[in-house]
């Protein structure tokens, strides 16, 4: 199966129910598809929760695996080289190309995800703003709401929250113009 995904490709959690013409059609994956033949072969360490190695036990070949479960339920899959795989297993170096949850989250979007939380207040969505605010301090409100499909009040009010609750620097509009 992981010889059909590109090179760099983004596969949803979950099962796809749609009818197998139009799988192939538009390579729309579900992880279950393909991660029937991939094992975990390297976990990074924390901070970087989200990333992971895995190899194909069909043919051998190895991917590096960004898991995005808190907005669009999905991973990042990019092919890794021989190298790169054995800096992975033998030296825990890897390459940073899901370092950043942000990017994550950008790829779900660049791909048409736009999850919408039912309880926005009662979500993981004020963690997921607070850790991209420490990431990348001064982001703003307006980069939030396109990153976590939100409108513009509700990320206000979000963003709000997670500056006076966990002190992180966000730029809100009336700082943002002029
Ligand atoms: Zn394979």
């Not at 030296?91 to 790829?107: G, I």
Request: with cysteine; proline share 3%; aromatic share 8%.
């Amino acid at each position: 199966m992981c010889i059909r995904l590109r090179n760099f490709d983004v596969v949803d959690m979950g099962t796809f129910n749609a009818p197998a013409h139009a799988f192939e059609q538009d390579r729309e994956w579900s992880h279950e598809d393909v991660f029937e033949h991939l094992e975990k072969v390297k976990v990074r360490a924390a901070p970087i929760w989200w990333l992971w190695a895995a190899r194909c036990k069909t043919c051998g070949q190895c991917w590096l695996v960004g898991q995005e479960e808190r907005q669009n339920d999905l991973f990042c899959m990019r092919r890794l080289d021989p190298e790169e795989t054995q800096a992975i297993e033998r030296e825990d170096r890897w390459p940073a190309d899901f370092d950043n949850y942000e990017r994550l989250l950008q790829l779900g979007l660049d791909s048409g995800r736009s999850v919408r939380f039912v309880d926005p207040e009662d979500s993981s969505l004020g963690t997921t703003i607070v850790d991209l605010a420490r990431a990348r301090p001064r982001i703003s409100v307006s980069e939030l709401a396109t990153l976590l499909n939100l409108d513009r009040a509700l990320a206000t009010q979000l963003s709000r929250r997670a500056s006076e609750e966990n002190g992180v620097e966000i730029m809100f509009d009336s700082e943002t113009t002029g």
